[in-house]
């Protein structure tokens, strides 16, 4: 699975879109991009994942860039309850295979 | 549907003990992963059991194993435990096949002295 490398912290005003980078400049063809995020002391929840196309759902938008070696989680009004580590995998589609690689993820912060 | 449950949420050992985690996946879900979480390692894949089979496996010692029984739940076990082993144990179920996302239990946290 490909590496990912994610700035550490970031911070965002509640009520204002939060953009977090990943990249992903190994990345293969039959790679996808997943995230997670981890709320203090639970499990990981899944947000979204993508292949080539930006991707949007009820909790995030994905946009990933033409060469796909980046990629940007946006959580268009953030809350307070957004605070959480949020963490940007890339893995090979492998029939059956289940095992994600998280690395250290993004710590963001909603502030009020 | 129910999320998925571990059983026990927290649990203190001693060196040397041996420790069995419980996981019950979503009802349907026959792929069930295993993973460590703790400050210095971060989230760290343990293994995967799929239809009672192994199919993926981590880099841990052998003093960590599992097992997944027909109903899909599954088990895993921790022998001569270390103080190293204290950490946070997540469990993930998934349908299985192709591209699923995985859906984490609340984890139990293991405490060894």
């Known amino acids: 699975d490909a590496k990912t490398t994610q700035p550490p912290s970031m911070d965002c005003a509640e009520g204002r879109a939060a953009n977090l980078p990943c990249n992903h400049s190994?990345?293969?063809?039959?790679?996808?991009v997943y995230w997670y995020r981890q709320i203090h002391s639970q499990g990981p929840q899944y947000i979204i994942h993508?292949?080539?196309n930006n991707e949007t759902n009820e909790m995030a938008s994905l946009i990933i860039t033409e060469d796909r070696k980046s990629s940007t989680l946006i959580l268009p009004h953030a809350t307070l309850r957004d605070t959480a580590v949020y963490y940007c995998?890339?893995?090979?589609?492998?029939?059956?295979?289940?095992?994600?690689?998280f690395g250290q993820g993004t710590r963001l912060t909603i502030n009020p | 549907k129910a999320g998925v449950t571990q059983t026990p949420r927290y649990l203190i050992k001693t060196r040397g003990q041996q420790v069995t985690l419980s996981c019950s996946p979503i009802?349907?879900?026959?792929?069930v992963s295993w993973y460590q979480q703790t400050p210095g390692q971060g989230l760290q894949f343990l293994f995967e059991y799929f239809s009672e089979t192994q199919r993926n496996k981590g880099n841990f010692p052998g003093r960590f194993s599992g097992r997944q029984f027909s109903n899909s739940r599954s088990e895993m076990n921790v022998s001569t435990l270390e103080l190293g082993d204290s950490a946070l144990y997540l469990c993930?179920?998934?349908f299985g096949t192709g591209i699923n996302e995985q859906f984490f239990g609340p984890g139990t946290r293991l405490t060894v002295l």
């Open positions: 009802s349907g879900h026959r792929s």
């Open positions: 190994t990345i293969s063809g039959n790679e996808y």
């Open positions: 993508g292949l080539k």
């Open positions: 995998i890339v893995r090979a589609i492998i029939q059956g295979a289940q095992k994600l690689v």
């Open positions: 993930a179920s998934s």
